[in-house]
């Protein structure tokens, strides 16, 4: 999902311990009386720790403590100062979106919740109605084929719920869409279909799952599925997205229940309980164990486990994807700024200060490239409903062309990008700019990435397996253990 989309994590807010799949050799961990003095700690100050620490809490348990690796909570909601000097705005290099909100009096996201419990600033985003389209001659109304783009992707959604009760075998989201129709070939009708699914899924429909992608998009945005509604709004709180989850934790944690700046490095567990040591040579010791690191730190043994997990939990682990989703910023020596977006698939975002704003008055802008996926999506938050007077516009890729930018020096990068804009405005003179950063979310070793993504080869006995407690110590937990919204940051 839209990482700075990254996002909704929905499964954990209101859940305990996000219990996983009830196997016929395992029983729920209870959260009786008997368990008051049971200690737990939780690894990882994201949202999925912070949401079972609070129903911890709430449950009458206050024997935990969160350990995260970082100086505050929040995961992958994170955010920093932008711009110049006399000029700065908080921009998110995360999450940022709350994707489906509520339809009248049905269920609510519990992320929206958060947000209107904790005061959090939000602004309706209308980025397939408020767009701009563009290729090498500059603006080029391709807008009936965006239009067809959304019809192929409603047939795509459609034709997945079709399938489950016939019990036909999932595939690829790429032959989904083939066998609905959909063979896109031109620049602008790849440009068009990236908009619909690879800006959503942070991968292309070759490496996602047709059935698990649909499910995930009704589960978000269509409440006669279990969704919430077609509302999308945008974080622009100055204190961050973070302060969402900042501002819950602070309503119930004490100091002692939280540990920051500390990076787990091996956890051993056994029948009398588990074992933590930190990166320092510290050790932790709890009755229990609840791992919330994202799949990608899973994946990639930034944290080592004693004895070494079984086969049917790492098979589970490795059969799932994480992706990228990149962002970068930008600041000339002029008093506006211009922006790209990121993701964990990958997706990366670029931030640009100008003197004067240059580009669409729509919120978004879709750019046809003959190379799909290269710079396709930029995003205006000079805009009357976000920041406006700003200068701040954000760009993103995701998937492979995101890992490539991640191993590329920034001063690549940033010609790519400008030379994209010159491309995009040919008759305006785009200056250098004076400041350039974006998010390497898949190579730095806390998160490996943006969120998950399910491909068409992992089976629901995997989701299941991933969900699952090793040992009743050691339990799972985070967005890529949900099975209706995993993708969410």
């Not at 958060?114 to 001659?137: E, I, P, V």
């Not at 279909?193 to 070759?206: I, L």
């Not at 080592?304 to 962002?327: C, G, T, Y």
């Not at 954000?394 to 062309?401: E, R």
Request: proline fraction near 4%; glycine fraction near 6%; hydrophobic fraction near 40%.
């Amino acid at each position: 999902m839209r990482y700075p989309s990254l996002a909704v994590l929905l499964a954990l807010v209101h859940s305990s311990l996000a219990l996983p799949v009830i196997l016929s050799n395992q029983t729920p961990l209870s959260v009786s009386s008997k368990f008051s003095n049971t200690k737990v700690l939780i690894l990882g100050g994201g949202v999925a720790g912070v949401a079972a620490a609070r129903t911890l809490h709430d449950e009458g348990i206050s024997n935990f403590v969160i350990v995260e690796a970082r100086d505050e909570l929040g995961g992958r909601m994170a955010s920093r100062p932008f711009g110049a000097s006399d000029r700065q705005y908080t921009v998110e290099v995360g999450a940022n979106w709350v994707q489906g909100t509520q339809t009248d009096n049905g269920t609510q996201n519990p992320i929206m919740a958060l947000a209107k419990k904790h005061g959090l600033a939000t602004r309706k985003s209308s980025y397939f109605t408020s767009l701009t389209t563009y290729d090498d001659r500059g603006v080029s109304d391709f807008a009936g084929v965006f239009n067809a783009s959304i019809q192929d992707y409603a047939r795509l959604v459609t034709s997945a719920g079709k399938r489950v009760p016939k019990r036909l075998v999932d595939m690829t989201a790429r032959s989904g869409y083939s066998l609905t129709g959909a063979k896109p070939s031109t620049r602008h009708e790849m440009a068009a279909e990236y908009y619909q699914f690879d800006w959503e899924f942070a991968a292309s429909p070759e490496d996602t799952s047709w059935l698990a992608s649909s499910w995930a998009h009704n589960s978000t945005f269509r409440p006669d599925a279990g969704g919430f509604s077609l509302e999308n709004r945008l974080s622009v709180d100055q204190r961050g997205f973070k302060f969402l989850i900042q501002s819950e934790a602070h309503s119930f944690l004490k100091p002692e229940q939280v540990r920051l700046n500390s990076t787990v490095r091996v956890i051993s567990a056994s029948e009398e309980g588990v074992r933590v040591t930190l990166s320092d040579g510290e050790t932790l010791e709890a009755d229990y164990a609840l791992c919330t690191f994202s799949l990608g730190v899973l994946q990639h043994d930034d944290v080592k486990f004693d004895p070494v997990l079984p086969v049917w939990k790492q098979e589970a682990i490795h059969s799932m994807m994480m992706v990228n989703f990149r962002d970068a910023v930008y600041v000339t020596s002029m008093s506006r700024a211009l922006i790209l977006r990121r993701t964990v698939g990958n997706v990366h975002q670029d931030i640009l200060q100008f003197s004067e704003k240059f580009w669409f008055d729509t919120e978004m802008a879709l750019y046809a490239d003959y190379e799909r996926g290269r710079y396709p999506v930029w995003q205006s938050l000079d805009h009357k409903n976000f920041f406006p007077g700003s200068g701040i516009l954000f760009v993103t890729v995701t998937g492979d062309f995101s890992k490539r930018i991640e191993l590329l020096p920034d001063s690549q990068v940033k010609s790519e990008v400008l030379s994209i804009l010159r491309t995009m405005f040919p008759n305006t003179s785009i200056p250098e700019p004076l400041d350039f950063y974006f998010q390497r979310w898949h190579s730095d070793p806390l998160f490996r990435g943006a969120y998950s993504n399910w491909p068409a080869s992992f089976l629901s006995e995997h989701q299941a397996n991933l969900r699952a407690n090793v040992d009743e110590r050691l339990w799972f937990a985070g967005e890529a253990t949900s099975r209706k919204h995993f993708g969410a940051c």
